[in-house]
C-alpha cells in the first residue's frame, strides 16, 4: 500500500493507523504548501486535490479520511480498530464524520485559511475567531463523549486517530486549551508506540 500525506495533515489519522497494522506500506510525500495537490502528477491521480489518499495492494485508489480509516480497520479485523455491531460501527461513523466534516473541515479551516472565507483581508480575524468558536464547542462535544474513558468508544478504534489530529492541532497549531479529558486522550494517543513512529516519520515528534 501507498499513503500519499502531507506532514501535520489529517493524514496523520491513516498514517497511525497503518503503524498499528504493522503491515509494509509506502509514503507518498505531497507538498500542500506549495500547491502539488492541484498539479499533475497527483492531481491527475486524485483530481479531489487532497490528502489521505491510498494506493491499495490491489492497485486501486481510495480517498476520503473516514473511509480509508474504516476500510484499514474492516481488513484488519483481528487488531480490533472497529467496534462490533451494526449500532456501534454506526456511532463511530458518526463521530468519524463530525470531526472530519464540523470540526475539521467548518472549524479549523476558518482558523488555517480565513481568506478563502471572505475576499476581504480585515475580515480574516473575524473568520478566524468563528473557526476557533467552532472548534471549542466541537472539542467540548468530544469530551463529553468520552467521559472517564480512556478512549471515545471505550476500546480503541480509528474514531481514536481522528480525534488526535484535532486535538494535536488545537494545542500545536491553534493555540487552544483541551477540555481535561482530551488533554488525558491526547497523551494517552503519544504514548502510543505507532503514534510516535508515525510522528517522527512525519517531524513531529
Known amino acids: 500500500m501507498k499513503l500519499f500525506y502531507s506532514p501535520d495533515s489529517c493524514a496523520l489519522a491513516i498514517h497511525i493507523i497503518l503503524e498499528e497494522i504493522g503491515k509494509p506500506y509506502e509514503l507518498a510525500l505531497v507538498n500542500l504548501r506549495a500547491g502539488e495537490q492541484f ?3 497527483y492531481a491527475t491521480l486524485n483530481p479531489k486535490g487532497k490528502v489521505p489518499a491510498l494506493i491499495r495492494d490491489d492497485g486501486a485508489l481510495l480517498t476520503e479520511l473516514p473511509a480509508i480509516a474504516w476500510y484499514l480497520a474492516r481488513t484488519n479485523p483481528a487488531l480490533g480498530l472497529l467496534p462490533e455491531g ?3 460501527e454506526a456511532r463511530l461513523l458518526e463521530l468519524m464524520d463530525y470531526m472530519v466534516a464540523t ?3 467548518r472549524g479549523f479551516t476558518r482558523i ?3 481568506a478563502a472565507f471572505t ?3 480585515s475580515d480574516e480575524p473575524a473568520v478566524q475567531q468563528t473557526g476557533k468558536d467552532m472548534v471549542k464547542d466541537g472539542l467540548k462535544l468530544l469530551a463529553q463523549v468520552l467521559g472517564a474513558r ?3 468508544l471505550g476500546n480503541y478504534s480509528i474514531a481514536d486517530t481522528a480525534l488526535f489530529y484535532l486535538e494535536d492541532w488545537a494545542v500545536r497549531r ?3 486549551e483541551l477540555p481535561d479529558a482530551l488533554a488525558g486522550h491526547r497523551a ?3 504514548a502510543r508506540p505507532a503514534v510516535q513512529r508515525a510522528l517522527a516519520a512525519e517531524g513531529l515528534a
Do not use: N, Q, S
Open 39 to 41: 498539479k499533475p502528477p
Open 86 to 88: 451494526a449500532e456501534a
Open 103 to 105: 470540526v475539521h473541515m
Open 112 to 114: 488555517f485559511r480565513p
Open 119 to 121: 475576499p476581504t483581508t
Open 150 to 152: 480512556a478512549y471515545l
Open 174 to 176: 491553534a493555540g487552544l
Open 188 to 190: 494517552r494517543m503519544r
